[in-house]
T-cell receptor
Framework: GAVVSQHPSWVICKSGTSVKIECRSLDFQATTMFWYRQFPKQSLMLMATSNEGSKATYEQGVEKDKFLINHASLTLSTLTVTSAHPEDSSFYICSATGTSGSWEQYFGPGTRLTVT | QKEVEQNSGPLSVPEGAIASLNCTYS??????FFWYRQYSGKSPELIMS????GDKEDGRFTAQLNKASQYVSLLIRDSQPSDSATYLC????????????FGKGTRLSVIA
């Protein structure tokens, strides 16, 4: 149990375009999802916390107009990188916590974004 | 500022030995403690969770928690080359709706 999927697993896009990344909880309902970014050889950086049906809470320094997060259902959250630039190239990972009372967070496999 | 500190390593141990990974945290109100394993280029994988003082064993892994000392550790017995990865300590104050605070991770290398 506690499987989280992400799609796509990797994506290459041109500078100035937008990219949408999906995060799904496959076998549980995720009340809260978290979005992280990780640059090579660096630690995870929390970007935002997403609760189903409400606006995401962004960490300091993360542009909410650039990284659009939607958590429309208990099994799906999306991250859209708008007007992507090469410096947005990174490994984007979501995690989810469920409604079962477990405090554990489960990570998706990540999406590697390359902006050319 | 909530902080989680880990030695970055690399920690090198021979195959079959015990690997000991340590973590300290600054928020005395922390309630939940987790160890994640992250292979290069992959996302973190939850391997242990611990919520109360003492030891918790799961196969070759033992997590130890000492809230008075604000210290949590992970022991890996009979280390295997496949255990070579970065181990992330994560702490959260209370419920699962709270973001994890991660340490920067300890890189473990098990030498065959």
């Amino acid at each position: 149990g506690a499987v989280v999927s992400q799609h796509p697993s990797w994506v290459i896009c041109k500078s100035g375009t937008s990219v949408k990344i999906e995060c799904r909880s496959l076998d549980f309902q995720a009340t809260t999802m978290f979005w992280y970014r990780q640059f090579p050889k660096q630690s995870l950086m929390l970007m935002a916390t997403s609760n189903e049906g409400s606006k995401a809470t962004y960490e300091q320094g993360v542009e909410k107009d650039k990284f659009l997060i939607n958590h429309a259902s208990l099994t799906l959250s999306t991250l859209t990188v708008t007007s992507a630039h090469p410096e947005d190239s990174s490994f984007y990972i979501c995690s989810a916590t469920g409604t079962s009372g477990s405090w554990e967070q489960y990570f998706g496999p990540g999406t590697r974004l390359t902006v050319t | 500022q909530k902080e989680v500190e880990q030695n970055s390593g690399p920690l090198s141990v021979p195959e079959g030995a015990i690997a000991s990974l340590n973590c300290t945290y600054s928020d005395r109100g922390s309630q939940s403690f987790f160890w994640y394993r992250q292979y290069s280029g992959k996302s973190p994988e939850l391997i242990m969770s611990i919520y109360s003082n003492g030891d918790k064993e799961d196969g070759r892994f033992t997590a130890q928690l000492n809230k008075a000392s604000q210290y949590v550790s992970l022991l890996i017995r009979d280390s295997q080359p496949s255990d070579s990865a970065t181990y992330l300590c994560a702490v959260t104050p209370n419920s699962g709706n709270t973001p994890l605070v991660f340490g920067k991770g300890t890189r473990l290398s098990v030498i065959a």
